[in-house]
């Protein structure tokens, strides 16, 4: 499960990169690495908001999973 929490985060990341990039510059990457309406460019748009919702729904058992345990 580690692992998928590694990609839904670094899916996130790049998402939100992107919406930087849209937000300051007007540039959308996606868009122009692969097309303004192409299969591609709309499969990233969906796995980067199934990524978001993966880590908010998941936001708890993501948090346990990574947490430390320190005996007491």
Do not use: C
């Not at 992107?18 to 748009?45: C, H, K, M, Q, T």
Request: net charge positive; charged share 20%; glycine share 6%.
């Amino acid at each position: 499960m580690k692992n998928l929490d590694r990609l839904a985060l670094i899916i996130v990341l790049i998402g939100a990169l992107n919406w930087g990039l849209v937000g300051l510059f007007d540039f959308d990457a996606v868009a122009w690495a692969f097309g303004e309406e192409s299969p591609v460019s709309r499969v990233i748009y969906i796995l980067v908001a199934l990524a978001a919702l993966y880590e908010i729904l998941g936001y708890r058992a993501i948090h346990r999973r990574w947490a430390l345990r320190h005996p007491a």
